[in-house]
């Protein structure tokens, strides 16, 4: 207790901190913290929902979804950017076409998109799902488009691009990847990707408040999306992330992912044995990439197993973890651009809740 109460001193400036966050297993410690970023001017507002064992343990809103307005955050309504975290979803929906047989993943990528240019080798769609495919990442600033791009037309930014190596035997985490992933389950389906997500995944999940943005449409609870500079947070630059949707273009709420982290612990969602597979970490020359299908897959500092993912985005930043040892579900998310506070989330925040339910 005595290393967190120094921490709050050092980091946050404050000799005088409330009696009750000294206290033992206590959530107002979290409260305090999370206050603190708010009051810090390090992030402008969040959303933050921690269930244990499907209950809420602690779900509350911070700062502002706009601050020229003042509009409160609510966890269970506030739309944010999930960044990132959309791989999951995406994955979700990947796995149910798995299930189904609609898709292989160990089947070619052209199978099911024949008229994307020939490499200079194969790659599966296993590949593409756990980013050991050869792809490019982003050049410049591909990762800030504005340009009302289908998934099948935004292939033209990168499909003459040559493989970074050959598939299998190296790992470039990109969104690319997942672009063409969400290409092939189109393709595989006969549906749209959105529609397929919708009917398969966010309908059966009562997930209501995840959804594609549209950069033409401001939804009601829709934050206002910020980047950080030194002068303060200005609203950030307009994108339009429908052709990426399944790598980084979702909306959703804090208590929305946390259903998702919840269906995947409670195994309600997809069969035991896909869902494994999609939740194991690949290997490259025997070690592992710590990255499953669509889902990062990994220990915290403490050696504590996790699965889930880190989401930053113009506008959007999110941490949603599962920790199935421990039934603990974690979806954050924030309306700022990267805020850097990841490595005092990991070393402090998430701790005080192993803190809590010991």
């Given at each position: 207790m005595q290393r967190l109460l120094n921490y709050f001193r050092k980091v946050f400036g404050s000799e005088?901190?409330?009696?009750?966050?000294?206290?033992?297993?206590?959530?107002?410690?979290?409260?305090?913290?999370?206050?603190?970023?708010?009051?810090?001017?390090?992030?402008?507002?969040?959303?933050?929902?921690?269930?244990?064992?499907?209950?809420?343990?602690?779900?509350?809103?911070?700062?502002?979804?706009?601050?020229?307005?003042?509009?409160?955050?609510y966890p269970e309504k506030t739309l944010f950017r999930s960044a990132s975290a959309s791989k999951p979803i995406a994955a979700t929906a990947l796995a149910k076409m798995v299930s189904e047989g609609t898709i292989d993943l160990d089947a070619s990528f052209y199978q099911y998109v024949p008229y994307f240019p020939k490499k200079g080798f194969d790659f599966t769609i296993?590949?593409?799902?756990?980013?050991?495919?050869?792809?490019?990442?982003?050049?410049?600033?591909?990762?800030?488009?504005?340009?009302?791009l289908t998934i099948k037309g935004s292939i033209d930014i990168f499909k003459n691009d040559p493989l970074l190596f050959a598939p299998g035997s190296g790992y470039h985490y990109n969104s690319f990847d997942w672009v063409l992933v969400s290409l092939a389950m189109q393709e595989a389906s006969g549906i749209s990707f959105t529609d397929y997500v919708e009917k398969e995944v966010l309908k059966p999940l009562?997930?209501?408040?995840?959804?594609?943005?549209?950069?033409?449409?401001?939804?009601?609870?829709?934050?206002t999306f910020y980047t950080k500079q030194r002068s303060g947070f200005k609203i950030a630059t307009?994108?339009?992330?429908?052709?990426?949707?399944?790598?980084?273009?979702?909306?959703?709420?804090?208590?929305?992912?946390?259903?998702?982290?919840?269906?995947?612990?409670?195994?309600?969602?997809?069969?035991?044995?896909?869902?494994?597979?999609?939740?194991?970490?690949?290997?490259?020359?025997?070690?592992?990439?710590?990255?499953?299908?669509?889902?990062?897959?990994?220990?915290?500092?403490?050696?504590r197993p996790y699965y889930g993912h880190v989401g930053n985005g113009v506008g959007g930043y999110s941490n949603f973890f599962v920790y199935p040892e421990h039934e603990l579900v974690f979806a954050m998310l924030i309306n700022s651009t990267d805020p850097k506070i990841q490595e005092v989330l990991d070393a402090n925040f998430y701790p005080l809740f192993f803190e809590i339910i010991k």
């Open positions: 005088k901190v409330p009696e009750e966050v000294y206290t033992h297993n206590s959530l107002e410690q979290v409260d305090f913290f999370l206050h603190q970023l708010i009051n810090q001017e390090r992030i402008p507002g969040l959303a933050n929902t921690v269930l244990k064992k499907g209950d809420v343990l602690f779900q509350k809103g911070y700062g502002y979804a706009d601050l020229a307005k003042k509009t409160p955050v296993r590949q593409l799902a756990s980013h050991t495919a050869g792809i490019r990442g982003y050049k410049g600033k591909e990762y800030a488009l504005n340009k009302p009562r997930m209501k408040n995840t959804l594609p943005e549209e950069p033409e449409i401001t939804f009601p609870n829709q934050a307009t994108v339009d992330n429908r052709f990426k949707l399944a790598g980084g273009g979702y909306l959703s709420t804090s208590s929305d992912l946390a259903k998702l982290g919840q269906a995947y612990l409670d195994q309600k969602i997809l069969p035991t044995k896909v869902q494994q597979e999609f939740l194991t970490s690949m290997y490259i020359n025997g070690q592992p990439t710590y990255y499953g299908l669509g889902w990062q897959v990994s220990e915290d500092r403490f050696r």
